[in-house]
């Protein structure tokens, strides 16, 4: 068994983390590291974890076998500065602090970006892992087999939209219910943080990517998941396609290709991203979804988890889509 530490406890993705480590056979969870919260049980905070033994805490073990960073963007830095952890403890950061090339050396502890679709055996040599961002992930997963065989040529075009757990715990002006519910707009046009490691991640494949990805974030009146399309130009077949996608992820543990059209309920609940491929004229249309609090966040982060420590990368996240 190993131990684990989870820092910034009361959040949607800590919530399906403990949930998720309580039910890994090969974890058992140290401490809840929560100031605000420290004594309360998950359960006060995580309604849905009610019964668990387990309590929040504001003391930490400095030599848990793994540390999860369940913690705002900007955060994790400032932590890690005021808190010192064994050299043996593996750390994976949930936020966007160490995501880019230029962010990824802190305080001696260089971090590897934690998609296993691209990175994996990367990711089981690493000690430190900063995790992808929900959207990035299902956009990157729509892109990485064009860019590995070098055809991703003109603009991609990306519509995407999330659900509101995407905006997190803390109230705004449109996350409150009244605003959300019967309602769709979207936010950050051409401009959303995630683009910085996507374009990342698509220029480790094909260097020679000058073109645009304009990406188009929406806010859907739904509690979870992320719905992506995606297209560009594309010369070959939709059997060329297929193949292609078919061959990048044939080792790929939970992206799945769909001849069918597919739909959110598929994969919210899971760690799972399913795409399907549609072609138009000269055009490629690559529809992707995930749950951005698993694949997007809590269920890739024990993913990386089982990869660093030499699990099957599968375990504890065999999980049934809430399909009804």
């Known amino acids: ?3 684990a530490g989870i820092i910034g406890g009361a959040g949607y993705t800590a919530g399906e983390l403990i949930r998720l480590l309580i039910n890994h056979p090969v974890v058992n969870i140290d401490f809840v590291y929560s100031t605000s919260n420290a ?6 905070v995580h309604q849905d974890l009610i019964g668990e033994d ?3 805490s504001n003391k930490i073990n400095p030599k848990v076998d793994v540390l999860f960073l369940c913690l705002g963007h900007g955060n994790s830095k400032a932590f890690l500065t005021g808190n010192k952890f064994s050299t043996e403890t593996k750390i994976i950061d949930l936020s966007n602090d160490f995501r880019l090339e230029n962010d990824k050396t802190f305080n001696g502890k260089t971090f590897v970006y934690g998609l296993p679709e691209l990175n994996k055996s990367d990711i089981k040599q690493a000690d430190y892992i900063a995790n992808p961002g929900c959207f ?3 956009i990157q997963l729509a892109l990485l087999p064009l860019a590995n065989a070098k055809l991703l040529l003109e603009d991609v075009h990306v ?4 659900g509101a757990t995407g905006a997190g715990t803390s109230l705004s002006a449109t996350t409150h219910f009244t605003w959300r519910d019967n309602n769709f707009s979207y936010y950050k046009p051409f401009t959303h943080q995630h683009l910085g490691e996507i374009n990342q991640s698509v220029k480790l494949l094909q260097d020679n990517f000058n073109a645009q990805i304009n990406f188009m974030p929406n806010r859907g009146d739904f509690s979870r998941g992320i719905f992506a399309t995606l297209y560009t130009k594309f010369d070959g077949s939709f059997q060329d396609a297929k193949q292609l996608f078919s061959d ?14 597919i739909h959110l309920k598929q994969v919210v ?5 399913i795409l399907h491929l549609h072609k138009h004229e000269d055009k490629l249309l690559v529809t992707s979804i995930i749950d951005n609090l698993l694949k997007g966040a809590s269920g890739q982060a024990v993913q ?3 990869l660093m420590f030499g699990f099957e990368e599968t375990t504890g996240l065999k999980l049934k889509a809430s399909y009804f």
């Open 54 to 56: 387990l309590e929040f």
């Open 136 to 138: 990035a992930t299902a």
């Open 1 to 3: 068994m190993i131990k």
């Open 39 to 44: 004594g309360n049980t998950i359960g006060k």
């Open 159 to 162: 519509n995407a939209v999330t």
């Open 248 to 261: 990048f992820y044939k080792d790929a543990k939970f992206t799945l290709i769909s001849d069918e059209n």
């Open 269 to 273: 609940n899971t760690n799972n991203c």
């Open 304 to 306: 990386n988890m089982n």
